[in-house]
């Protein structure tokens, strides 16, 4: 393995990294060296085969089951990659609870039920505190750590409004922040990569033609993101090059939000 990449010698969990998103994140990070845990719910032939290619492109990988939704799961799946391996660098939580992206069939407000909301906090934010809460003790020992969530740009600019979904993401940003604020003493660095629309995804899938056309006019750069788009600002913040940031998010969209 050629000491010059970026992430060699380094331990990663991403959660959710089976499909889309995740799998590209997983992948990226393996091109850089890095020895990458790929989570998954439920889906274990397509979580293999990115661990497969993980392993194709010259990083280590191994692909783990646990519901990020539970704590004792989590606390398993962490315990075990530190038992493996010695160690744990970085953290990207990036596993979305089940949502449908679709601007014609959204919920209105006055149909949506707080359920709807604690489903969709559960998944953004409790999945997060679950493996932060396993992950974080792993850093302070070291002193040092990086971990990515995965926000979304809809908090800035929600050009749909989709209520549970957005809220429980901008729930996350602030957990986030206040993490940050906590372990930066630590040596432990907290930051969100927000994306806007990534197009092709399962979760983007049902999004229509007409739609996605006219967020690439209201866009500066005129396109959808791709996962892989996502995927580099995911590796930057994980990366030394960003040593001297904490509690930030940057937005991959393209230039939709400007901040």
Request: hydrophobic share 45%; with cysteine; proline share 4%.
């Amino acid at each position: 393995m050629s000491a010059d990449r970026k992430f060699a010698g380094k331990v990663v969990l991403v959660t959710g990294a089976s499909r889309g998103i995740g799998a590209e994140i997983a992948r990226a990070f393996a091109r850089e060296g890095a020895t990458v845990v790929v989570n998954y719910l439920s889906n274990a032939s397509a979580a293999q085969a990115v661990a497969e290619q993980c392993q194709a492109l010259g990083g280590d990988a191994w692909a783990v089951q646990a519901d990020v939704g539970s704590a004792p799961a989590v606390q398993a799946m962490v315990d075990s990659i530190v038992q493996e391996t010695g160690r744990l660098d970085v953290v990207v939580n990036n596993a979305l609870r089940h949502y449908a992206f679709d601007p014609r069939r959204r919920t209105a407000f006055d149909a949506l039920s707080w359920h709807d909301y604690q489903s969709q906090f559960d998944g953004a934010v409790g999945a997060a505190f679950n493996v932060c809460q396993a992950a974080v003790p792993h850093f302070k020992r070291r002193a040092q750590g990086c971990i990515v969530n995965i926000a979304s740009n809809l908090v800035e600019h929600p050009v749909v409004p989709y209520h549970d979904y957005t809220t429980a993401k901008a729930a996350l940003v602030a957990f986030s922040r206040n993490l940050a604020a906590e372990l930066g003493p630590h040596g432990v660095r907290v930051n969100c990569v927000a994306p806007g629309l990534v197009y092709p995804t399962q979760a983007s899938g049902e999004t229509q033609a007409a739609f996605r056309e006219t967020l690439i006019t209201a866009t500066p750069l005129r396109r959808i993101a791709r996962p892989e788009d996502v995927a580099g600002p995911v590796l930057f913040l994980a990366s030394d090059w960003s040593g001297f940031m904490t509690g930030q998010v940057l937005f991959v969209d393209g230039g939709l939000v400007m901040r």
